[in-house]
């Protein structure tokens, strides 16, 4: 296996630590959508041996020795029924709000960590608005690996409570999620720990493709027709395109499911990029669904791609009505998300967008309870 920019193709050795393309994001400073973002890629005998045996762990480049010992992904794919029948649609959920911390971002943690053992590095710096931190902290928590955490002092009291529990250096930044990220990267600059940040790091985006790989598995070794992403910094969205686009490349499937990225319209730069065909960060992003609140999305690039390429399209949701998605997931489906994941009901308004008979998976990404104040305070 080998990394490759995504703009400019060149290689890179997957037995050092690379972050971004050396050419194409020698100018890039925090505070810009990232460029030269990197992606694994396989040569013929990674091929033969994933196409021999279709494993997970196949598509990544470290042994199973370097993976912490707690279970991440393999979580439940299962038709909605009470929520199909409500909107006429054929409604599947993958529900990751029950990976250990409560979130998807597990799957980028998990494989991180597995990168760091690989490379002896025993400390982890990341931003986040809450989620990818309490991740890290948790995942770092069965290992001997510690975890340093800059996350926005008003981050959701939960989320904050995660980071304490499992013991992570955790600070607290008066500022955005755009600033706890900028002061990530600095912490990092000498080399002495590795940066989990979302994008930059390219085995964060290959963790997370890890739900793709296993929605084909549990679906009987099919591909659904959509897929109903929350969008913040486009990698969840990048990382489930890398996913079905590795199984479409190593002739495992031959089509891949059209793509629908939802963003809140007070943290929309993705979407605006993707419509307007210009990408402009925003000024202020202050949406209620605080884990996908980005002024200046990581990889809006490769999530635009991801859409164009999927034949998808995204989609806008008013921050007013957020809430009320969440009472509509968890009376009809039982699943209690936080609003970031909730997000995702947003398409039942553009209904006249899908095909009523084809299968459409709902991907919740964080666990309610991680936010409780959206629901009591409604």
Not at 69 to 89: C, R, W, Y
Not at 250 to 273: D, E, F, R
Request: aromatic share 10%; with cysteine; proline share 4%.
């Amino acid at each position: 296996m080998k990394y490759k920019c995504t703009e400019c193709g060149k290689d890179f050795s997957i037995e050092h630590i690379h972050y971004l393309c050396d050419e194409c994001g020698r100018d890039w400073v925090p505070g810009n959508k990232l460029s030269g973002v990197l992606e694994i890629c396989y040569d013929q005998a990674d091929k033969e041996n994933i196409q021999k045996e279709l494993l997970i762990n196949n598509f990544f480049p470290y042994d199973k020795a370097d993976l912490p010992n707690i279970p991440v992904g393999n979580t439940p794919f299962f038709k909605a029924e009470k929520l199909s029948n409500k909107h006429n649609l054929n409604l599947w959920i993958k529900n990751d709000t029950v990976n250990p911390t409560g979130s998807y971002k597990d799957r980028a943690s998990y494989w991180v960590l597995a990168q760091a053992k690989h490379h002896n590095i025993n400390k982890i710096v990341c931003a986040s608005t809450g989620n990818a931190g309490s991740s890290l902290a948790g995942i770092s928590a069965a290992t001997d690996i510690k975890a340093k955490i800059f996350i926005p002092a008003k981050a959701p009291l939960g989320k904050r409570a995660q980071n304490i529990a499992y013991g992570a250096d955790l600070d607290l930044v008066e500022g955005s999620y755009d600033d706890a990220y900028a002061l990530s990267i600095d912490y990092s600059a000498d080399g002495k720990s590795l940066n989990r940040n979302t994008g930059y790091n390219p085995i964060t985006i290959e963790g997370k493709k890890s739900v793709a790989l296993e929605i084909y598995q549990q679906n009987n070794n099919k591909i659904p027709a959509y897929i109903v992403i929350p969008v913040g910094d486009g990698v969840i969205l990048s990382g489930v395109y890398k996913g079905f686009k590795d199984l479409l490349e190593l002739g495992i499937t031959n089509s891949i499911p059209k793509l629908i990225g939802v963003q809140s319209n007070k943290s929309n730069a993705i979407y605006n990029y993707w419509k307007n065909g210009e990408y402009k960060s925003l000024e202020h992003a202050d949406t209620i669904a605080d884990s996908i609140s980005v002024k200046s999305p990581a990889c809006a690039d490769l999530a635009v791609r991801a859409i164009r390429e999927s034949h998808g399209f995204m989609i806008e949701v008013d921050d007013s009505l957020i809430v009320g998605f969440q009472f509509e997931i968890a009376r009809n489906s039982g699943i209690f998300c936080e609003p970031s994941s909730a997000v995702v009901a947003g398409i039942f308004e553009e209904k006249y967008m899908l095909n009523k008979d084809q299968q459409i998976v709902l991907l919740l990404t964080g666990h309610g309870l991680k936010d409780v104040n959206s629901i009591l305070n409604y």
